[in-house]
Nanobody, 125 residues
Framework: QVQLVESGGGLVQAGGSLTLSCVASGRTRSNYYMGWFRQAPGKEREFVAR????????YYTDSVRGRFTISKDNAKNTVYLQMNSLKPEDTAVYYC??????????????????WGQGTQVTVSS
C-alpha cells in the first residue's frame, strides 16, 4: 500500500502561482509513475500532468502545457506541481496519484492505483 498526501493548495489571484506537493509513504521502495488530476464542481476528474519513474518523461494536458511543471524528488518520495499564470478555470480540487505499471492510458484515472485526498486550488479573477 502507498499513502499519498497533498499540500500547497490555496486561494490565489489570476496570474499568480502555487506549488503543490505530494508526499508518498508506505511501499515507496517500488518506484511509481506519478500523476496530477483535478476535479472542478460538477465535472469529471481530469488529467493534468504525469511524470515517469525516472523523471525524464513528462506529459501535460493541453490547457496547462507551458504554465504547469511536474517534477519529482525520489529521495524525498515527493512529486511537485508548479503552477504559474493561474486562471480562474484552473480552480479545482487537485489530486496526486501513483501508477505501479503503465498500461497505456496515462490520462485516465483508471490507470492509477493510489490516490491522495486532494487539495483545493481556487483562482480568483
Amino acid at each position: 500500500q502507498v499513502q499519498l498526501v497533498e499540500s500547497g493548495g490555496g486561494l490565489v489571484q489570476a496570474g499568480g502561482s502555487l506549488t503543490l506537493s505530494c508526499v508518498a509513504s508506505g511501499r515507496t521502495r517500488s518506484n511509481y509513475y506519478m500523476g496530477w488530476f483535478r476535479q472542478a464542481p460538477g465535472k469529471e476528474r481530469e488529467f493534468v500532468a504525469r511524470i515517469s519513474k525516472s523523471g525524464e518523461s513528462r506529459y501535460y494536458t493541453d490547457s496547462v502545457r507551458g504554465r504547469f511543471t511536474i517534477s519529482k524528488d525520489n529521495a524525498k518520495n515527493t512529486v511537485y506541481l508548479q503552477m504559474n499564470s493561474l486562471k480562474p478555470e484552473d480552480t479545482a480540487v487537485y489530486y496526486c496519484a501513483a501508477d505501479r505499471s503503465y498500461i497505456g492510458t496515462y490520462y485516465s484515472p483508471s490507470e492509477y492505483d493510489y490516490w491522495g485526498q486532494g487539495t483545493q486550488v481556487t483562482v480568483s479573477s
